[in-house]
């Protein structure tokens, strides 16, 4: 028989039971559309968290406060802080795989100005940090190196701080008050939206470090170094050439463990992949079990037509037709179903990843691969389940077939 007379045929019994046949294919149908949906969330968060890593700066490294030990417990990250501005001084001077080298200083509280008074972070660094950052100015301009150096109180607001200060006027040239010091306000930050966490990265203020450690501290150890490499592939040299300048700034002797941590967003974008990707391929694990459960069903309902089918199999085989004809026409409309189920999956799993998209807070990715594998395996679901009953109906005796009742 040729093939396109076999699908006519499989066709035709299929459409004879159309409430059966949707009933059927809808295992696959489920199946298909969750495997893609899962991937989908799972791809599109990874991307979102991938963007939110790299808004946190450029080819980063980021230096923190090691750990110390009291009584035999770790007292934890930040508690043997020992950096001082110096260092940043140093990494910048002598590391030929640095760009940029920014201290961070973190401080907080009420801050008074323009219609208001608002609480917020206040964040000391450097005037290369907006580089590090890969973050631009809305109006106004970014503090100097002349700045940091002589200590000037002066002031960049995040978009959230400077509608909530000042709504209704232009912030650039204003007074502001943080914990009763005075700054003037020179700029305003871009507005860059929140991190992966929900943080408002623009519920912030910046000023120079100097003066942050000066006035509102009034320590001298700062909380980080952000370090921004020359490019991706110089992270790994220059992360070996921060942790010798540090060790050396801190007087550490060979053998002693350092009294910092150097983290890269190749380490963050990493860790946060590998934990993304297995969620995606949980999520996808137990779509696939639909899948499974859709083909089942698939060879419940070919059983149930091979016994309904019984004497219209005798007289096809009693005319000349042979069992490899006969196995051919039910593998068929196995894989027909299968098929079908599987189109209708994919349509169903674009509209509703494009309704995520759209109308919700979820971003989704659909990957054409995994389209292509969820359509492939719901036909060797197809092949698979009904490949049983196929073989039963063409194993009947022709005779026992014709006397069935």
Same mark, same amino acid.
């Given at each position: ?11 035709? @019994? ?19 559309? @969750? ?8 791809? $599109? ?9 790299? @808004? ?9 406060? &090691? ?46 100005? &323009? ?82 966490? &929900? ?9 120079? %470090? ?27 040299? %220059?992360? %070996? ?13 060979? $053998? ?6 150097? *983290? ?7 860790? %946060? ?16 079990? @639909?899948?499974?459960?859709? $083909? ?25 037709? *042979?069992? *490899? ?65 196929? *073989? ?14």
């Amino acid at each position: 028989m040729k093939w396109n007379r076999i699908q006519k045929i499989a066709l035709q @019994s299929i459409m004879k039971n159309k409430m059966r046949s949707i009933l059927t294919s809808l295992g696959i149908i489920i199946g298909v559309c @969750s495997v893609i949906v899962m991937v989908a969330v799972g791809q $599109g968060s990874q991307a979102q968290i991938e963007k939110q890593i790299n @808004s946190l700066g450029t080819n980063l490294l980021m230096v923190f406060p &090691g750990s110390s030990n009291q009584g035999g417990v770790n007292r934890g990250a930040g508690s043997r802080n020992k950096m001082k501005l110096s260092d940043c001084e140093a990494i910048l001077e002598e590391a030929v795989h640095v760009k940029y080298v920014s201290a961070s200083v973190r401080s907080g509280g009420q801050i008074i100005g &323009g219609t208001g008074n608002w609480n917020s972070s206040v964040e000391g660094v450097s005037e290369q940090f907006l580089d590090i950052k890969d973050w631009d100015m809305e109006s106004g301009e970014f503090f100097t190196a002349k700045d940091v150096k002589y200590k000037k109180k002066v002031a960049v607001l995040g978009k959230t701080v400077a509608d909530e200060l000042f709504p209704d006027m232009e912030a650039i040239g204003e007074k502001i008050r943080i914990n009763n010091t005075p700054f003037t306000v020179i700029g305003v930050l871009e507005e860059k939206g929140q991190t992966g966490m &929900g943080n408002d990265q623009d519920d912030t203020i910046l000023a120079p %470090a100097t003066t942050v450690l000066t006035r509102l501290k009034g320590k001298d150890k700062i909380n980080m170094i952000y370090v921004s490499a020359n490019s991706l592939e110089e992270i790994d040299a %220059a992360q %070996a050439e921060v942790e010798e300048i540090m060790r050396r700034e801190h007087d550490i002797d060979y $053998g002693d463990d350092d009294d910092f941590m150097i *983290r890269s967003q190749i380490e963050i974008t990493k860790m %946060a992949s590998e934990t993304s990707e297995t969620l995606t391929l949980l999520l996808a694990a137990i779509a696939g079990v @639909s899948l499974i459960v859709g $083909g089942i069903g698939i060879m419940n309902i070919m059983l149930v037509s091979v016994t309904e089918r019984t004497r219209e199999i005798g007289i096809r085989l009693s005319i000349g037709a *042979r069992s *490899r004809d006969v196995l051919t026409q039910f593998l068929a409309e196995s894989i027909t179903l299968s098929f079908i189920g599987g189109i209708i999956g994919i349509l169903l799993a674009v509209g509703i990843s494009l309704f995520m998209n759209n109308f919700t807070g979820i971003y989704t990715i659909i990957n054409p691969t995994i389209v292509f594998l969820s359509m492939a395996f719901s036909a060797a679901v197809g092949i698979f389940f009904g490949y049983y009953p196929a *073989r039963k109906a063409a194993n009947l005796n022709p005779i026992d077939a014709l006397r069935y009742e």
